[in-house]
Nanobody
Framework: QVQLVESGGGLVQAGGSVRLSCAAS????????MGWFRQAPGKEREFVVA????????IYRNSVKGRFTISVDNAKNTVYLQMDSLKPEDTAVYYC????????????????WGQGTQVIVTS
């Protein structure tokens, strides 16, 4: 069974850091693009960052550049999102996703999704 399982979310104060994990199983994603998306209450799901598995192509949302970092541990089949200098505006449920060949950064381009993990950033 194909699964993407996120973990690592929680409550953090503004300026703090959190590392999210996305454990992949039941499939090989070496030929896929891996992405992180987020959804705040009452808002549409939005793109955060994506990269191909090798990391030769990586695209960040402008508002997270210099603060967030995506990485992959091939041996553990795990994708990470390191989030530093967190702001209250980063509060959302964060989702891991995978796409064989996304045309753009729309959530509709991604085929596999995790269940999400909540990050709350307080002032």
């Amino acid at each position: 069974q194909v699964q993407l399982v996120e973990s690592g979310g929680g409550l953090v104060q503004a300026g703090g850091s959190v590392r999210l994990s996305c454990a992949a199983s039941g499939h090989t994603f070496s030929n896929y693009y891996m992405g992180w998306f987020r959804q705040a209450p009452g808002k549409e799901r939005e793109f955060v960052v994506a990269r191909n598995w090798r990391g030769t192509t990586t695209i960040y949302r402008n508002s997270v550049k210099g603060r967030f970092t995506i990485s992959v541990d091939n041996a553990k089949n795990t994708v990470y999102l390191q989030m530093d200098s967190l702001k209250p505006e980063d509060t959302a449920v964060y989702y891991c996703a995978a796409s064989i060949s996304p045309s753009d950064s729309s959530p509709k381009e991604y085929d596999y999704w995790g269940q999400g993990t909540q990050v709350i950033v307080t002032s």
